[in-house]
């Protein structure tokens, strides 16, 4: 306290000085409209500032856990859109009455490794055995597909990316639905391959390419890319066309895993065409 009172004492006259221009400010604002109300908008914007700064910051510390919240909920809606449920015509009960059963669900996950720059690439994400993630789930992103899971402990998974060179895609062009597979031949992880589009299909630069559905772990529709070069040599049969990737590999951050909830009932139907 005595301490208190000698920095008070030494340094008087500065307190004094404060305390006077205040005094003065106060006497400007309240006796001059214009002044005041100068003072007011100043005054009113160094706290804006203040306060805007404050969020700037306090929205960077929270920007992780926000992403993670949207990232859950971008995969609840994903569950929902008509492309995750298979229709059933239940005629025998009740003629035209159609009921809809979910197909496909959606965990969402952060990437947490990856690389694009080899033959064949890999990503990891934090989700494994324990949040649902099973071997050969299709992953995809917001901007389209990116690869299967190849690998799952207790609470990571390993995905072998779509720029792999065992990684074959059953596609679709949007527009035609004539079918085809899209692989990655090495090279710029910005652009991969269509192949098995006939000769006879037309189509043009620009034109989207899909999944296709025939897979039985990605749901059709889902976007891969748009074509950007092709060529037809004299004699061929297929097309030779370039894609450019619709998903930057190069800026992943959170995915979705593609549960399949009919896949046990359709792998034991497809083992009787093999018999």
């Given at each position: 306290m005595r301490q208190l009172f000698a920095f008070l004492i030494k340094n008087y006259f500065f307190f004094l000085f404060v305390l006077l221009e205040m005094m003065a400010f106060i006497m400007i604002a309240n006796n001059s409209y214009y002044q005041g109300a100068r003072m007011l908008n100043t005054a009113n914007q160094?706290?804006?500032?203040?306060?805007?700064?404050?969020?700037?910051?306090?929205?960077?510390?929270?920007l992780k856990q926000n992403n993670r919240i949207l990232a859950g909920e971008n995969a609840s809606l994903?569950?929902?859109?008509?492309?995750?449920?298979?229709?059933?015509?239940t005629k025998e009960i009740v003629i035209?009455?159609?009921?809809?059963?979910?197909?496909?669900?959606?965990?969402?996950?952060?990437?947490?490794?990856?690389?694009?720059?080899?033959?064949?690439?890999?990503?990891?994400?934090?989700?494994?055995?324990?949040?649902?993630?099973?071997?050969?789930m299709a992953v995809v992103s917001s901007n389209g597909i990116v690869g299967i899971i190849n690998g799952v402990s207790g609470n990571f998974s390993s995905v072998m990316s779509l720029l792999h060179a065992e990684a074959k895609i059953s596609a679709k062009l949007k527009k035609?639905?004539?079918a085809g597979s899209v692989t990655w031949e090495g090279g710029s992880y910005k652009r991969g391959s269509l192949t098995d589009i006939p000769s006879?299909?037309?189509?043009?630069?620009?034109?989207?390419?899909?999944?296709?559905?025939f897979s039985l772990d990605f749901p059709e529709g889902i976007m891969i890319g748009t074509i950007a070069e092709y060529n037809l040599t004299p004699g061929d049969n297929f097309y030779k066309i370039k894609i450019n990737f619709?998903?930057?590999?190069?800026?992943?951050?959170?995915?979705?895993v593609v549960k399949n909830?009919?896949?046990?009932?359709?792998?034991?139907?497809?083992e009787f065409q093999h018999e």
């Open positions: 160094l706290t804006g500032n203040v306060y805007q700064s404050y969020n700037d910051v306090f929205d960077y510390l929270y994903r569950a929902m859109i008509e492309k995750s449920y298979v229709k059933f015509t035209h009455d159609t009921l809809y059963k979910q197909q496909y669900n959606y965990i969402d996950a952060k990437v947490i490794s990856n690389s694009t720059g080899k033959r064949n690439n890999y990503l990891m994400l934090n989700k494994g055995y324990n949040q649902g993630v099973r071997n050969n035609t639905n004539a006879h299909i037309r189509f043009r630069t620009g034109d989207t390419v899909i999944t296709s559905g619709s998903c930057d590999f190069n800026k992943l951050d959170y995915v979705y909830m009919f896949k046990d009932e359709q792998l034991k139907l497809k």
